[in-house]
């Protein structure tokens, strides 16, 4: 079984690469990796700090694992997921480098982790 990975409060959970609206669902912000998956859970509270240095509160809605979306091409080199946010937020609200990190008095969720199954 895999580990969480620790989570230190100053330091981001993750960086948004970018954003994917998705129609009556939400905003999927692309950029954790899959050893993150269990940090996350329904209803958690996140802030997220735009590159402008403001601050927005969202809450999480679901995560996308594996993603339902096209990877780039080429594919990083670790893949990343979209985390479900919303819904009554818009792309144009979360710029890449966007940074994810819990809200005050949130936790990780200490879920039980994926496995991916190993490349051939």
Do not use: C, W
Not at 26 to 53: M, N, S, V, W, Y
Not at 101 to 111: N, Y
């Amino acid at each position: 079984m895999n580990t969480l990975p620790a989570v230190e409060a100053s330091q981001p959970l993750f960086v948004v690469e970018h954003a994917l609206k998705i129609k009556g669902r939400g905003l999927a912000l692309i950029g954790f990796t899959a050893d993150q998956h269990g940090l996350f859970a329904k209803g958690q509270l996140l802030e997220l700090t735009r590159p402008d240095g403001t601050d927005r509160l969202v809450r999480v809605l679901g995560a996308e694992y594996p993603p339902s979306v096209e990877l780039p091409d080429p594919p990083p080199e670790t893949p990343r997921y979209g985390l479900l946010v919303g819904p009554k937020i818009g792309i144009s609200h979360v710029p890449p480098g966007t940074e994810v990190r819990f809200a005050a008095g949130q936790e990780p969720a200490k879920r039980i982790q994926f496995s991916l199954p190993d490349a051939d």
